[in-house]
T-cell receptor, first 113, second 110 residues
Framework: GAGVSQTPSNKVTEKGKYVELRCDPISGHTALYWYRQSLGQGPEFLIYFQGTGAADDSGLPNDRFFAVRPEGSVSTLKIQRTERGDSAVYLC???????????FGPGTRLTVL | GIQVEQSPPDLILQEGANSTLRCNFSDSVNNLQWFHQNPWGQLINLFYIPSGTKQNGRLSATTVATERYSLLYISSSQTTDSGVYFCAVEGSNTGNQFYFGTGTSLTVIP
């Protein structure tokens, strides 16, 4: 597709469950970012990939959060033992090798009951 | 990290009015972007503007990196301009992540 896509668009889960959120970056973009946005706030950085490796994971809140990008394209954000405080919109962005201008996907709204 | 402050936090305009949104940041930056978040939550790129001035239709932006601020101008506002405007900066010494402000919520009334 032409833009960044994210699936699912909405995810409702119960406290303690495991969830996976998927991001498909713009074709050819080498950099991929995950952010989390809570109500009334700006997005907050979670993790950055350059190619397959996580170049900066300093924004992950704790070890329940993990992300992979095995082939340097699609990325999956994984959250174990979800808590109600994890409820937020999870945003993915990508940028090209030549520019750090970020383009965002529509987000996944995660609700933990 | 870098502190990003946006003002005003909320703005209500009559259709056709002009406005200026401000973004101040606490450290030197390599890059700066302005986004419009529409009511469906999609972040739409407005400007990628680490320095200088750019214009796109009714919108223009100016970044003065040495003084650590950027301005977004909206002229002849329309109801479709409503939403939240975010400024995001990439620090010169903080890696590749962008730091976002808390946004300016704009409502344009007919």
């Amino acid at each position: 597709g032409a833009g960044v896509s994210q699936t699912p668009s909405n995810k409702v889960t119960e406290k303690g469950k495991y969830v996976e959120l998927r991001c498909d970056p713009i074709s050819g973009h080498t950099a991929l970012y995950w952010y989390r946005q809570s109500l009334g706030q700006g997005p907050e950085f979670l993790i950055y990939f350059q190619g397959t490796g996580a170049a900066d994971d300093s924004g992950l809140p704790n070890d329940r959060f993990f992300a992979v990008r095995p082939e340097g394209s699609v990325s999956t954000l994984k959250i174990q033992r979800t808590e109600r405080g994890d409820s937020a919109v999870y945003l993915c962005a990508s940028s090209s090798r030549t520019s750090n201008e970020q383009f965002f996907g529509p987000g996944t709204r995660l609700t933990v009951l | 990290g870098i502190q990003v402050e946006q003002s005003p936090p909320d703005l209500i305009l009559q259709e056709g009015a002009n406005s200026t949104l401000r973004c101040n940041f606490s450290d030197s930056v390599n890059n700066l972007q302005w986004f419009h978040q529409n009511p469906w939550g999609q972040l739409i790129n407005l400007f990628y503007i680490p320095s200088g001035t750019k214009q796109n239709g009714r919108l223009s932006a100016t970044t003065v990196a040495t003084e650590r601020y950027s301005l977004l101008y909206i002229s002849s506002s329309q109801t479709t301009d409503s939403g939240v405007y975010f400024c995001a900066v990439e620090g010169s010494n903080t890696g590749n992540q962008f730091y976002f402000g808390t946004g300016t919520s704009l409502t344009v009334i007919p």
